[in-house]
Structures are given as structure tokens and as C-alpha cells.
């Protein structure tokens, strides 16, 4: 268990630092600190003292070093349009993203499992049929387009849902404001959910199908066939766990995906959360704020797949996590 | 009344654009505690018959005709939860590759003990002692431990002994075991076909041995089926067969074996091979490869009938006789 | 005649193999195949035939004028007869701009892949052929680089070069921009292809017999392992163009991609979502079901391939 998750945290460590590598890269060379400090106006000679007191003269080493030192003290510098600190920005906008990523994987994971193993339980039903050619379609909208759509049909049209933004919502503590807390906020964030979810699920609906059809084809199967236990054991202890392996691990290669989707569905519901403010502060070049944003997420996605990684080792025996030293 | 008593069985295969005939009329029985070989080349419907008397067959194969009566009741005509009340309970099977036999994210102890559930009023626990004292039988040491490992942990050896206490565990009548040994090391094949034939003979259970090894037949059982192409063209007592084989294949299967070869010589194989279920010949399927084969044997499909002291599918097997009865008068 | 004898293959590859027995019949058979292929070649053709096709040049300004714009389409009450599909939110023909959108969208798609599968496919030989430390070290690779989603990867790149270049610059070599960064973060999906092809053809005796032959590694990789590694490719090649072009379209739908003044499928929906408050769905909605239509006859296609060719495809 202990060199498990030693040998995670020390991947995690060396992802974290080439992304903050990445990102400091970012910030040398994106933008001028000194205009918008001083703005143009200043003549060249106190230019040159201000850069010296920014250190900006500095060997990259110890400007990188400074930056780093910074970033572990929670200091990812100052957004030039907020005038705040670029990490509170962020963690302010946080669980808005989050809520949404939340509403997604509940949609992605209540409907890819039994829509996944039923297909492929009885591939020749019509139901499996329409369920199959369903999910063609759906990988072939992009998350953009299904969002539009959704406004379209139930908000321009219809008017059933509201089409921007996140509504009412309660404060739970920090900066943490919930939309599940009301009914205006449940309303609000239906659409982006599914929008959201709408090209990952049928991306997993068709590999739960597949990856279950395979291990329903194993010997282990027949052989749990030929003991006698009953098909619903069969296919949902046997080979359901099998199935779930390989699905748990490109769940965790689709975390950064869902991610960049999260930016897309953001922009068309103006859902105000980080991907929604990341692609402002493109527009803007507060560049302090897209350095902020691109640790924060590096820091989100890296602890995700160590997690993720971390049930894949507790449902793969082979994989030795909770037998200490056997 | 017999045990087992199979009856014209036919398995065909719908493949995507024609069907294949796997096994075609095959008829056999099986008395209480008897032990039965199967032999022959890979392909020629040893593992399909041993499948079929399960009703274990999957898509694309399935049984056309025929009947599977087990203990007076016919296999091919149960309903699901009869068939799920068969096997495991009455009929257990033993699979060729221990390693791939067992699932790998189940403990041994959850794979027992669900085998014991699903056919036994049980409590957990009992069914773990159950399981434990099976284990013993198949000479698992510290068994509790066992239990709780997965199979990775253990050597296909090791995982064979488990199958075969599994198969054990409900006291069927008959077991099925399809090639146990094949995938093993040759140091431990020996092992555990001993291990199997003392359970069989100590608790009277019957014995269906599938293989392609005569050697292993002559060991293990009583009666002995030669099957080639889906048809079984010779049966009998082991030893007759072995001793005194009828069909052309079977002398050739025996004289192919290296104890009946002087050391330096090549192997006597069997020229030729066996056709693929899609293109047997017309008459008898072994007619191509068969060095007495005649017109009639290249028209017409062998009777299988009793000759000497087996049933025999040959047209010449009478001149094959009289031909050997001349050679060893010459000799 | 067998294509077998006209070239002495030491063993005939999968693939012709599979062309001659199951490809041409499967296709006839499957209605869905053939559908989705004449679909997809009637927009491929239409779209690169779109300077001869399309009545207006999207990208001459003197030929828009912005009175024009948001004509709807012609069987809608209010359009304008000579603009088919209507009009975009600047006044350019719609049904000229979507021909000249799709070009650039297929063509960035396709332009993106055949990088891919270049870089993929050298890797992927290199590392199952040589083995060792470098195949260990280029998998990993794969797997870091696999692991960073391509979309997440390109919105920061092209997000980063926007802001430091400016629009104007960012613009001009937009293309080149996109195919360079979808093209580049996506190699590792033909890497581990055909690294499991190469480690498992190089068992076998043709290629120790090439060997023998005095075959060198070049020539051994590309005229023996490589055929074999087709059927994945062509699978892979498939899905990953249907997904290049939904990358392309979402990253110009974010304004990082394709600019309005030359859009894209993507720009172009992304114009027309502006205005679909009020009541000019069209601008969107066309664009948005060639997209979709696009995107979703390749992958019946792909689909389709992998059920015929059936290969060994790398499980990540």
C-alpha cells in the first residue's frame, strides 16, 4: 500500500512540476508586468530600477524558484483585471465548475452502466439497436453544439429551462454557493449537466458495451456458467468488475477532457465558473490569471488521477494496495 | 440404467454465410462411477460433445437434434433454472487453462462459496467449512489461507487442484474434464490425473476425459470414444482399443505414439490432416488420409458397428483384418 | 487473379487479404456503409469543388454587404431568392460560406490526421523495433501525453499563442495552428498500434527471414511489418479524423481556432449563436447539422471498419 501510493504522489510531484514549469514559461513571456504596473509613460531609466526591484533581472533559476516559492504559499500573483488575487478569483469560480462536473458524472455514470451492460447483454434487442445508433449520433454532436441545441429547443422555444447562468444559490461555506439547494438552481444547472455529459456518455456507454462483451465471451465466464450461478451474478459480480477496469482507466484519461468541455459549456450557458473566466482572461491577457488557472486545473486533474488510480488498484487484485508487504 | 445416455446428437454451427455440421449423430452411454475417454485430433468435436452435454454451447454453436438423457431427464430439452440446478450440482466440469479458468477479481473462497450458494440451503459459513474441507481432499495445503487469495496468487498447478475440489464440492455424478492437464507442466500433469482418478474411484463419481493423449486414456478409464471429423468412428473397452485397435485413424493414432517407436526412427504420424468441419469429404471423413480407403468408402458414410470386441465405422475393416492375418502368417 | 501473385508478399498481408474476401462484400451488404459513404463523398466533392460550386466568395469583402445579413432561407417568408440558405449575421451567402467552411474544416481534419498517424506511425515502429529503453521511454511518453486531453492541451496552446502573438498574427496562420496542434497531441493512439503490431509481427519467420536476407531494419519495417499494421491504421485513421474535426469546431467555436473572416464550420456556428435569441437560427442550425452530418458518416464508417477489419486495437 505504502509503495503504492508513494510511487503515485512522486508521479503526481513530477506532473506538478512540469506544469509549473509550463506555467512560468507562460508568464515570461506573456505580457508585460511593468505596463500594467506603470503603464508607458515612464522613462527607461526607471523602467530598468523597477525591473531590478521586480527581479525581473534575475537568472531565470531564481525567478523561477521565487515563482514556485509563491505558488507553495498559495501566492499565484495578482489578476491585472480583478485586482485580486488571481488563486481567489479561481477559487471563487471553482465550485461553480465543480457542481456542473458533479451533475455530469452522475448523469455519465447512472446511465453508461445499465445502458452499457444491458447492450451488451442483449445486442440483438431493438432496444440495444436504438440505444446503439443513439449513441453514433451523440459522439458525433460536439458539446458546444448539443448546449446550443438545448437552449434552442428548451429555452428560446419552449422556455422551460433558463438558459444562462446558475440562478439561486445558497451560500454552504467559503466560497462554496450551491445550486442544489433550490429549485431555481436545479433548473439552472440541468442543462449545462447534460450538455456536458452528452459526448462522454455514449463514449461510455459503447465502451462499458464493448469491453463487457468481451469478458461475457471469457472462459471464466462459461466457467461461472457451468458452476450453475445465476446470470444476474454472472454478469454483474463476474464479469462486471472485470468490465469496470478498463473503464476506470480511461475514465481517468478523459478527467482532462471533461475539463475542456467544462470551458465549452460554460461559454454557452455563461455558466460563471473557471473555464467560463479562463477564456475572459485569454481575451483580456490577464496574464496572472491564466497562469493561475492552468496550475489549478494541472493541481485538479493530477489529484483526480491519483484517485482514480487508487480505486484501480483497489479493484484490480492483481494490483497490491491493501495487503500490506504480501 | 445408465447415467449419462447420449442419442444421435447433432451440433451444428451457423456461421455468416453457411452452417457446419460439429457433431453428427453421436451416441454414447455413460453407467454410475464409469470413466470415459474421449480422443482425437484437435477439432474433431472432443471439446463441442463435452460442452453439449452440458448445454453450455455458445453462439454460434447450438444442438439441432438428439438427446442428452442424464439421470432419465433430457439435458437438451431443460429450461433455464433446470440447467442451472444441472451444472455445478450433478454434472460439474473441469476447463483446459487454470489460468484463465477462474476470475481473476474473485477471491477462491468467493468462488466456492457462491458455487455452494447457488445450488445449497447454506450458510455462509458452512459453505466456507464446506469449501475448506474440499480443499483438503485435493491436498491444498492450509487451506483457510486459500481462501482469501485471489488467483494470481497461486500456480496453475495449484489453481487445477481448486477447479477440481470446486468441481467436487456439491458431490456430482459425473464430471466433465476437458484436456485438465494440457495447459500444465509436465511434472504436475501426471499429479493431478491421479489425484483425479482416486477422487473419482473413492467417491463414485462418473468421468468424462477429454484428450488427445492415448496415454492418459489408458490410465484413466474403463471405456474409450474415438472421435474424428464430429463422428465417433471407434468405441470400446480402453483396453481392446488400445490393444488391439480397429479403425485405420486408431492404429494410426497408436502407432504414432512414441513407445511404439524404435528410438532413432521417426514418429509413424498419420499422413495428412483433418478436414475443417466445412469441407469433409463425402463417404467416410477419414478416406483422404487413409491408405485402404476404396469407392465405397469415398461414397458412403460408415455404419458404426460391433467388430470383434468394439464398435467400430469402417467399410474395410474385415479386409483390413484378413490383410493383417496374412502379414503376420508371412512374418 | 489474386493480388497474392502479382506481388510475392512473404506472407499476404491482413489487408489485402481482407479487401478481397470480406471488404467489397461487407460493404455491399451493409446499406448504413454505403449510405454514409456517399454522403460523405458527396460533401467531400462538394466542398472541394467549393470555388466552382459556391455562387459568392465568402472571402472577398467587395461581394458582401452587410444590408444583406440575416436573410433567412428561402423557404422561410422575407428571404432573398438568390442566397439559398440565407444569409450570416455579415451579410455573406450562407450556402457559399458553409461549402468554403467545410472545406476548411475537412481539410484541417484530414491535414491534422495524416500528422498524426506521420508521427505515430514512425514512433510506434521505432519503438517496438529497436525495444529497450527507448520503446520504454517513448510509452511513457505516450501514456503522459495520452493523458492530457488533446482539446485541454490545444485550447492552452492556441489560448497562449493568441494572447502573445495578437489576433491579427494569430489569424493569419490559424490553419497551420490548428492542424500543427491537434496533429501533434494525438500520436500516441497509432504509437501503441502499431508498436503491438511491430512486437508481435517480428516474432514470426518472415521477418527473421528478411533478416537473414539481409534485409535492413528500414526496409524490413516498411515493406513487411507495415502492411500488416494497415487494418488499425485504418480504423484508428476513421475515428480520429471525426474527432479532429469536433476538436477543430470546438476550439474555433471558443474563438481560438478559425477566425469569422474565414470561418469554419465552428466559427461559423459560433457567429450565428449570437443571434439565435433573435430568431436567426438558420446562421447556426445549417452549419451545426453539416457538422454533425459530417462528423457522423465517418464515424459509421469507422464503426462500420472496425466490424469488417476487426483488428487488435491497443486498449489504453
Redesign the interface.
Known sequence: MFAYLAKRVIQAIAVMFVISLIAFAIQGNLGDPLRELVGQSVSEEVRQQLRDELGLNDSFVTQYLRFAGNALQGDLGTSYFFKEPALDVILKKLPATLELVFGATLIIIGFSVPLGVYTAIKPDSILSRIIMGLSIVGISIPVFLTAILMIFVFSVEYGWFPSYGRGDTVHVWGYWQTNFATADGWMHIILPSIALASIMLPLFVRLIRAEMMEVLQSEYVKYAKAKGINPWRIYFVHALKNTLLPVITVGGVQIGTMVAYTILTETVFQWPGMGFMFLEAVNRVDTPLIVAYLIVVGFIFVVTNTIVDLIYGLVNPTVNIARMGA | MSLLSVRDLTVKFAMRDQTVTALNGISFDLAKGERLGIVGESGAGKSITGFSLMNLLSRPGYIDSGQILFEGEDVVQMNDKRLRNLRGNRMAMIFQDPMVTLNPVLTIGQQMIETLMAHRKLSREEARQIAIVKLREVYIPSPEERLEQYPHELSGGMRQRIIIAIALLLDPQLIIADEPTTALDVTIQADIMELMLELCQSNQVGLILITHDLGVVSQMTERTLVMYAGRIIEAGRTREIINDPQHPYTQGLINALPQQTVPGQRLKQIPGNMPGLASIPPGCAFNPRCKYATDLCRARVPEIVQYSEVAVACHEVQRLHSDEDRQEARA | MSIETLSPKPEPSRWSKAWNSNMGYSFRRNPVAVVSMIVFLLIAAASFLAPVIAPYDPYDPGSIDIMNSEYPPVWIDGALPEFMLGTDDQGRDLWSTILYGTRLSLLIGICAVALQAFLGISIGLLAGYVGGRLDSLLMRLAD?Q???????VA??FL??T???FGSDTFNQYAVIFLIAVIGVAEWPQYARTVRATVLAEKKKEYVDSARVLGFGPMRIMVRHILPNSLSPIFVISTVQV?NAI?SE??LS????GMPPSQPSL?SL?SSG?DY??SGS?WI??IP?VV??VL??VI??LG?WMRDVLNPKLY??
Do not use: C, H, P, R
Request: aromatic letters at 12%; charged letters at 5%; a neutral charge.
Open positions: 503522459i495520452l493523458s492530457f486531453s488533446t482539446l485541454m485550447i492552452i489560448a497562449v493568441q494572447a502573445m471525426a469536433i469546431a470546438s467555436f471558443l474563438g481560438l465552428g456556428i449563436f439565435i435569441f437560427w447556426t442550425a451545426g457538422l454533425v462528423v457522423l464515424n459509421l464503426d486498449k489504453g
